[in-house]
């Protein structure tokens, strides 16, 4: 008589690294889907860093080394400033650019210029709105301002993403900007992970004082 196959707790050790980033990507896009349905901005906040506290203290795909600190003590942020959530225009681009952007010694990552977002006080400034050509596609805003090389990662953060599931969403047609959720990319925590960073029109004069930064200690 036979038995019915058995299934196996653990993924096979050679699929463990895939199944573990399709994992982080799911639990990330979950975590903004809930951030976009929470209607107070500042509670979605405090839930999504609470979120990202355990994802990067646990799982698996953690950028994180075994042994850093931030694993116990969780990502430092900035309180929430209310004044940094914007509801902007996509401007379209009448004159469309492309870039391509090392991520590797071997890999570039290809994005295309969609439109410009016009930011209000305090930010001043406007930041160009890209389309990531890899991953099918997507909304990609990275940024770099005044506190980039102390108070924040030298070569810049990200407030969307959503080829990888970072989608603050729309208002009407206006696109949810949110400085407050702006996040380090994982090369500032492992070299070994590759990231686009902010390319030239994307650089903001004024400190943005929202968001992840360098450490605790780091004030406004």
């Not at 639990?27 to 951030?35: D, H, I, K, N, S």
């Not at 914007?86 to 870039?99: G, I, Q, V, Y």
């Not at 439109?115 to 990531?132: F, I, N, T």
């Amino acid at each position: 008589m036979s038995s019915s196959p058995s299934h196996e707790s653990h993924p096979d050790p050679a699929l463990a690294d895939e199944l573990a980033l399709a994992d982080w990507r799911r639990r990330t896009a979950e975590l903004y889907a809930a951030v976009r349905a929470t209607a107070d901005p500042a509670r979605a906040h405090a839930a999504w860093r609470s979120a990202r506290n355990r994802l990067f203290g646990m799982h698996p795909q953690s950028p994180l080394g075994p042994d850093d600190p931030l694993r116990g003590s969780g990502l430092p942020y900035w309180p929430y400033d209310a004044r940094l959530r914007f509801t902007a225009p996509l401007r379209p681009d009448r004159a469309t650019a492309a870039s391509v952007l090392p991520t590797a010694p071997d890999e570039v990552t290809r994005i295309r210029r969609i439109g410009w977002v016009e930011l209000s006080a305090p930010v001043d400034g406007r930041l160009a709105v890209w389309w990531l050509e890899q991953y099918g596609g997507g909304i990609f805003v990275p940024f770099r301002d005044a506190t980039a090389g102390s108070a924040t990662y030298g070569a810049g953060r990200y407030m969307l993403d959503t080829a990888k599931g970072a989608d603050l969403g729309l208002d009407g047609a206006e696109l949810v900007l949110d400085f407050n959720f702006s996040y380090h990319p994982s090369c500032r925590y492992d070299p070994s992970w590759q990231c686009p960073l902010a390319p030239p029109e994307n650089v903001l004069s004024s400190p943005i004082e929202a968001g992840e930064r360098l450490s605790a200690a780091a004030s406004s």
